[in-house]
């Protein structure tokens, strides 16, 4: 007997073929078994979606195509899963095979049955917990060695997680133990069920060690080496696959892992905890653009699992979705829990901001901050120094003639890197020695204009020359940011240079800002941090003001060392705008100040939480060309949407905007262009996408935008 599969396979992005494709086959295979198919002239993976009871509309049982095989030993993907991606790839507009293939780690792709029956052999399982198919000891008896005993408002709030169903924010400051509420919820889980698992996510792969290390040590004992797995894209095609299976088999209860790993299979999630809530790094930037933290929530409802966003700076959207009711309004749909202390005696940085209205011109360390860090030096204490942007110098440039160091194939200046006396263009790559002299007009007297941290490091080493430590030896400067860790394990042992107190001084970029549990640094500074106060974005003030309190947050983490004699810890701001809202809100560690504020903005401006908004972005050689494009796809929007049913209701809850260039218009000798669609309906904006989607597939193919390269939506952006 014919059965009859639609099966999502990989389809080229706004290809015409985006849903499943029909494949015959002699067996019944439920829907989520993966499958091999033919697909052009080639074989690829695919899953089955749904059966389907005919062949696709034009084709005959003899000319439909027959799936090759299926892969046995691979149980069916769940249909909580499968909810999941068709959830991902309808809300950010993109092909369900595409979202759904990815999805899954590549290997998968490339296996074929018998490698893949070869990895799926049962291998001698090192501790016996797992053997035993349940814990080593008794459920709930925390090995003593491992257990903290939770402090008042650790109780509190987990108390409260466990008796209500969320979705929950926990709004702790840094050092309030957030991470330990996670492993007693975690805990408390995989000992009430024997299936349970666990997803738990950190925004950035170098912050999963760490993290990893914590929920290593706490489960391995009592449910095995395998219980725990990662799934980040700094591992090994082979290491991906291998905790995949282990999470889609149920083997591994706890899976840690970066915002891919919101995919990840697993059958009994019954948890799911992103850490770091508002980092922008859970928004994927490329591809299928989702965000991670929003799918877990969606997915929390999908698979029933309790769902624990945390942060000690949450985004706006989260921390308005929390707001408690109040007249007038019934509140927000997450329960929020809040922990305002530090463990121990560690009391928050005081926040000192230097004026620099009354610094000397140029000034780059005012003497105040300068002197905070000599005095840390003598102590033993250590300082960290933060700006935001790597490199030499932003800028080189000709006094004489005007030359900037423009990168040729951008609209952006390239760097310089003194290290290697190179120019590169942080966009596109480009990268040329330095020129001896200047290329337009032959002057050799060429400065780097502005400072990146190699600079300012090399700055802080003149002003710092004969410093010295409590033992007498000479000051130690380090640096940490995307050029000193490119090679693999360096990030790890400079890290490891700064927990061991071999680093006095550590200067770097917002790198160095995130959960890092520094243990002696008393002294965090930000160089100068005005810039994003007055940024088009109107999310930079969201994230300076994480940042800022997220690097103070690294500042006098250990109570233990600040009453050993330590001084109180200091966080020092640079600005030229002291007397700033948000520099008040940040004295205070007051993110409530600071939000309620930034929310009467948006709400005045109806900017997100308030409003909802997708971009459209296109990419051409020419801005006509691209600016064109999508200018043609709203008009058309206007006139092929409106008569469609309900349309007549969507319609007028639509904005869009003209086409305009990017920030950075030029990339690679690409000009790029978007177009805003904003809507005080987030499903009013859903229907639209999903209905100008196929206009704009449709006017990319007129001939009047031949010239157009690509264009994509991106739903929910971080950056406008
Ligand atoms: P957060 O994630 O909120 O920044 P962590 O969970 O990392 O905070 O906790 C900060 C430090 O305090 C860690 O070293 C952690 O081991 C320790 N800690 C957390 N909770 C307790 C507790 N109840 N008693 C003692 N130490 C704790
Ligand atoms: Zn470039
Ligand atoms: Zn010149």
């Known amino acids: 007997m014919t059965h009859w599969l639609s099966v999502a396979v990989q389809t080229p992005a706004h290809s015409a073929v985006a849903g499943p494709l029909t494949y015959r086959s002699e067996l019944p295979l439920t829907p989520g078994t993966l499958v091999r198919v033919p697909f052009g002239k080639r074989e690829v993976l695919g899953i089955v979606w749904a059966l389907a009871d005919s062949p696709a509309p034009g084709w005959s049982e003899e000319s439909s195509r027959a799936v090759s095989g299926a892969l046995d030993g691979v149980a069916p993907l769940i249909s909580a899963w499968r909810q999941l991606v068709e959830f991902s790839a309808a809300y950010y507009q993109r092909a369900l095979g595409e979202v759904a293939l990815a999805a899954l780690p590549p290997q998968l792709r490339d296996l074929s049955a018998v490698q893949l029956a070869r990895r799926l052999k049962p291998r001698p399982i090192k501790s016996g917990a797992a053997d035993a198919g349940g814990p080593a000891q008794p459920p709930g008896s925390l090995n003593a060695t491992e257990s903290v005993a939770l402090n008042d408002q650790q109780i509190l709030a987990l108390a409260e997680f466990e008796s209500k169903k969320g979705p929950f924010l926990l709004f702790g400051a840094t050092g309030s133990g957030k991470t330990e509420v996670y492993l007693h919820a975690v805990a408390n889980l995989l000992a009430r069920d024997a299936r349970a ?110 769902v624990l966003l945390g942060s000690a700076t949450p985004s706006l959207e989260s921390w308005h979705q929390s707001r408690p009711a109040s007249a007038g309004d019934p509140g927000g749909r997450y329960v929020r829990l809040v922990m305002p202390g530090r463990i121990g005696e560690a009391g928050f940085p005081k926040v000192r901001r230097v004026d620099m209205n009354h610094q000397p011109m140029k000034t780059v360390f005012s003497p105040p901050l300068l002197d905070a860090i000599r005095a840390r030096i003598a102590r033993g204490e250590q300082s960290m120094v933060f700006l935001n942007r790597r490199g030499y110098a932003p800028v080189l440039h000709c006094a004489d003639c005007g030359w900037k160091s423009e990168c040729p194939h951008c609209s952006a200046f390239r760097v310089f890197h003194k290290i290697d006396r190179t120019l590169r263009c942080h966009h596109c790559g480009f990268t040329e020695r330095v020129p001896r002299a200047c290329p337009a007009c032959g002057n050799i007297d060429i400065a780097p204009l502005g400072r990146g941290t190699e600079r300012l490091e090399e700055h802080l080493a003149e002003l710092l020359a004969g410093e010295t430590r409590p033992d007498g030896t000479p000051v130690r400067i380090a640096r940490i940011d995307a050029d000193t860790t490119k090679l693999k394990g360096a990030l790890e042992s400079q890290l490891a ?93 007051d993110y409530p100040a600071f939000a309620a504020r930034d929310l009467r903005e948006r709400e005045a401006a109806a900017m997100p939480p308030f409003s909802f908004q997708a971009l459209v972005r296109a990419e051409a050689r020419t801005q006509d060309v691209a600016q064109g494009f999508l200018n043609a796809a709203s008009a058309a929007a206007q006139t092929e949407l409106a008569g469609l049913p309900g349309f007549d ?44 989607h196929e206009v704009l597939r449709q006017t990319r193919s007129l001939p009047a935008h031949k010239g157009l390269i690509r264009w994509a939506v991106d739903v929910d952006p971080l950056t406008i």
């Open 197 to 306: 698992q666990a997803l738990v996510m950190v925004p950035e792969i170098n912050l999963t060690p760490q993290l990893e290390a914590r929920f290593r040590s706490r489960f391995a004992p009592l449910y095995g080496e395998g219980a725990v797995v990662s799934l980040h894209s700094g591992m090994t095609n082979p290491q991906r696959l291998k905790s995949w299976l282990a999470a889609h088999s149920s083997a591994a209860r706890i899976v840690l892992g970066t915002r891919m790993a919101v995919f990840a299979s697993m059958p009994a999630l019954k948890l799911i905890v992103v850490d770091e809530e508002h980092d922008p790094s859970y928004k994927q930037q490329e591809g299928a653009r989702y965000s991670a933290r929003d799918l877990a929530v969606y997915r929390g409802r999908l698979d029933g699992a309790k």
């Open 497 to 589: 240079q700064v927990h061991s107190g071999e680093v006095d001084v550590l200067v770097g970029t917002q790198m160095i800002a995130k959960g890092h549990d520094f243990r002696r640094i008393t002294l965090v500074a930000a160089i100068n941090p005005d810039g994003a106060l007055f940024s088009s974005d109107f999310r930079a003030p969201e994230r300076l003001f994480s940042l800022l309190m997220q690097s103070a947050g690294r500042a006098g983490r250990d109570a233990a060392f600040i009453t050993a004699g330590a001084s109180g810890s200091e966080m020092w701001i640079q600005t030229f705008h002291p007397t700033h809202p948000l520099f008040e809100a940040l004295k205070q560690h």
């Open 649 to 692: 209701e969507v319609m007028p809850r639509i904005t869009l905007y003209g086409a305009v260039p990017m920030s950075v218009q030029r990339v690679a000798n690409v000009e790029r262009a978007q177009m805003l669609v904003e809507s005080g309906s987030r499903s009013a904006l859903q229907r639209f996408l999903a209905a100008w």
